[in-house]
């Protein structure tokens, strides 16, 4: 299972772009990169999916070099209540997740 | 549709005894993972199940145990409970590609 790296914490500003950056070195081939949102005492919540250069849906979009050897989650014009874990996670969709530390985004007024 | 469903909500248990949690995936969703998150472990896989099998396993001890019915839903099972097993049990279902779907969880009190 490829294991994923990822800053401990961010902080933003309401407005802003926020990028969290992930890295997977030793992804897979059949391996998918899936984002998944958490706020306290409540379960993940999947926010996107990809495989290689970029995808968006109407909350986030995410990034993927050729390589596919990192990755970026890019939330546009973030809010207060964008403030939760993020976290990145490599699989072959084999129902095999392990999820790592997660970033925690404090997004501020 | 219904989301996942995990019951019950908030358990307190004594140190010693056994507790079975519940999960009732989205309808269609043949996979049921299991996962334990506490503040110091973050969140640890337990296992997984497909079509009633055990397909994935976390590194946890016998006394965490699963099984899942012919109707997908789930149960997980803890006995011997001790002080360190308090944690949110989450439950998360899967029809394929696209993520999966967790539940609200169980909080889980031993005391």
């Known amino acids: 299972l490829a294991k994923t790296t990822q800053p401990i914490s961010m902080d933003s500003y309401e407005g802003q772009e926020v990028n969290i950056t992930c890295s997977h070195n030793n992804i897979a081939t059949n391996d998918y990169i899936t984002w998944y949102q958490q706020f306290p005492s409540q379960g993940p919540r999947f926010i996107i999916q990809g495989y290689k250069t970029k995808v968006t849906n109407e909350v986030a979009s995410l990034f993927i070099p050729a390589d596919r050897k990192s990755s970026t989650l890019s939330l546009p014009r973030v809010s207060l209540s964008d403030t939760a874990v993020y976290y990145c996670?490599?699989?072959?969709?084999?129902?095999?997740?392990?999820f790592g530390a997660g970033t925690r985004l404090t997004v501020k007024p | 549709k219904a989301g996942v469903t995990q019951t019950p909500r908030y358990l307190i248990k004594t140190r010693g005894q056994q507790v079975t949690l519940s999960c009732s995936p989205i309808s269609g969703h043949r996979s049921v993972s299991w996962y334990q998150q506490t503040p110091g472990q973050g969140l640890q896989f337990l296992f997984e199940y497909f079509s009633e099998t055990q397909r994935n396993k976390g590194n946890f001890p016998g006394r965490f145990s699963g099984r899942q019915f012919s109707n997908s839903r789930s149960e997980m099972n803890v006995s011997t409970l001790e002080l360190g097993d308090s944690a949110l049990y989450l439950c998360a279902s899967a029809g394929g590609a696209g993520g999966y779907t967790f539940g609200s969880g169980t909080r889980l009190t031993v005391v």
């Open positions: 996670l490599v699989d072959d969709n084999n129902n095999d997740m392990r």
